[in-house]
T-cell receptor, first 110, second 118 residues
Framework: GENVEQHPSTLSVQEGDSAVIKCTYS??????FPWYKQELGKRPQLIID?????GEKKDQRIAVTLNKTAKHFSLHITETQPEDSAVYFC?????????FGKGITLSVRP | GAGVSQSPSNKVTEKGKDVELRCDPI?????LYWYRQRLGQGLEFLIY????????KSGLPSDRFSAERTGESVSTLTIQRTQQEDSAVYLC????????????????FGPGTRLTVL
C-alpha cells in the first residue's frame, strides 16, 4: 500500500521566517495531495491542496509544490505567525482514499 | 452551511463494552470516511462509503469494528468488546462525490469523538 512520510517531524521557526515541510510518497497512482492543519483539540482543516496536473499552487502566505517524478511535495509557509503553530498533515489520494503522514508539529516562536 | 457533525464528543466506557459513534455528513455529500487518530499520531483510514456502492473496509483493524451508512446520510461506527488500545479520537469526513469525478475529492472533517476505554 501507499507509504507517506513527512520530514521533519518537528519544526521550530522564528516569527516572520519561512517554514518548509516535505512529504514523500510511494504510490505513483496518487493524484491528489492535500495539506491539513490541526490545532490542539480541533478537527483537521484543509489549508491547501494540489492535483497531479499542476506543479505549484499558492494561496496568500502558503504554497504547495509537487514533484511527481521524485514523488514528493512540500508545504511552504512564508512570514510565519504564532497562529501558524499547529500539527500539519500531508495526504496522498488515489481512488478516493487518502493516506496521511504522521504529521509535523510546527512551532512559531514570537 | 453546516459542517460534518459527530456525536458524542466524548465517550468513556469500560473494557468489554460495545460503543456506537455517529457521524452526520455535510448535506449532499455522497462520500463518507472514518479515521482513527491515536494520541500524537496521524490519521489512520478505517472505512469509506460512496453512495450505494459496497464500502471499502480495508482499514478496519479487526472484526470488532463495523460501520453502517444508510443511503447518503448518517453513518454509525460500532466497536464491539472494546479494548484499551481502542482509545483514540475517531474522526469522520465527507466529500462531495468521492472519486466519481475522476479524482479524489476534498474531504471535510468533523470534530471527532474522543473514546476512552478504561
Amino acid at each position: 500500500g501507499e507509504n507517506v512520510e513527512q520530514h521533519p517531524s518537528t519544526l521550530s521557526v522564528q516569527e516572520g521566517d519561512s517554514a518548509v515541510i516535505k512529504c514523500t510518497y510511494s504510490d505513483s497512482a496518487s493524484n491528489y495531495f492535500p495539506w491539513y492543519k490541526q490545532e490542539l483539540g480541533k478537527r483537521p482543516q484543509l489549508i491547501i491542496d494540489i492535483r497531479s496536473n499542476v506543479g505549484e499552487k499558492k494561496d496568500q502566505r502558503i504554497a504547495v509544490t509537487l514533484n511527481k517524478t521524485a514523488k514528493h511535495f512540500s508545504l511552504h509557509i512564508t512570514e510565519t505567525q504564532p497562529e501558524d503553530s499547529a500539527v500539519y498533515f500531508c495526504g496522498t489520494g488515489a481512488n478516493s482514499k487518502l493516506t496521511f503522514g504522521k504529521g509535523i508539529t510546527l512551532s512559531v516562536r514570537p | 452551511g453546516a459542517g460534518v457533525s459527530q456525536s458524542p464528543s466524548n465517550k468513556v466506557t469500560e473494557k468489554g463494552k460495545d460503543v456506537e459513534l455517529r457521524c452526520d455528513p455535510i448535506s449532499g455529500h455522497t462520500a463518507l470516511y472514518w479515521y482513527r487518530q491515536r494520541l500524537g499520531q496521524g490519521l489512520e483510514f478505517l472505512i469509506y462509503f460512496q453512495g450505494n456502492s459496497a464500502p471499502d473496509k480495508s482499514g478496519l483493524p479487526s472484526d470488532r469494528f463495523s460501520a453502517e451508512r444508510t443511503g447518503e446520510s448518517v453513518s454509525t461506527l460500532t466497536i464491539q468488546r472494546t479494548q484499551q488500545e481502542d482509545s483514540a479520537v475517531y474522526l469522520c469526513a465527507s466529500s462531495l462525490d468521492g472519486d466519481r469525478g475522476g479524482g479524489t475529492d476534498t474531504q471535510y472533517f468533523g470534530p471527532g469523538t474522543r473514546l476512552t476505554v478504561l
